[in-house]
């Protein structure tokens, strides 16, 4: 069973940075994404950044182009996103996402597996 488990959300200051992990288990990924998607009270869940496990290639949403960077260590079977310079509007639940036969990156519905979320706020 593929389990996907974020971690590193918190509070911080807007200027300030968190680094979000999310640790898979369950099958091992090639040619697909790993997704970042995050959800604010009342408004849909939108995509952030996605990477190819086999590529490295990466997608950025244009709101963090610049601020946010995702990587992955495939050894460790681990998708991280730093992110920098972190702004209010950044405040929601993060989940990251997997595919399990690749699909749009950008677009939930193509992602199999997610993660129970983790909390990040960014206070002004």
């Known amino acids: 069973q593929v389990q996907l488990v974020e971690s590193g959300g918190g509070l911080v200051q807007a200027g300030g940075s968190l680094r979000l992990s999310c640790a898979a288990s369950?099958?091992?990924?090639?040619?697909?994404?790993m997704g970042w998607f995050r959800q604010a009270p009342g408004k849909e869940r939108e995509f952030v950044a996605a990477i190819n496990w086999s590529a490295g290639s990466t997608s950025y949403a244009n709101s963090v182009k610049g601020r946010f960077t995702i990587s992955r260590d495939n050894a460790k079977n681990t998708v991280y996103l730093q992110m920098n310079s972190l702004k209010p509007e950044d405040t929601a639940v993060y989940y990251c996402a997997a595919q399990a036969r690749g699909g749009i990156r950008w677009y939930g519905e193509s992602y199999d597996y997610w993660g129970q979320g983790t909390q990040v706020t960014v206070s002004s």
């Open positions: 369950g099958r091992t990924f090639s040619n697909t994404w």
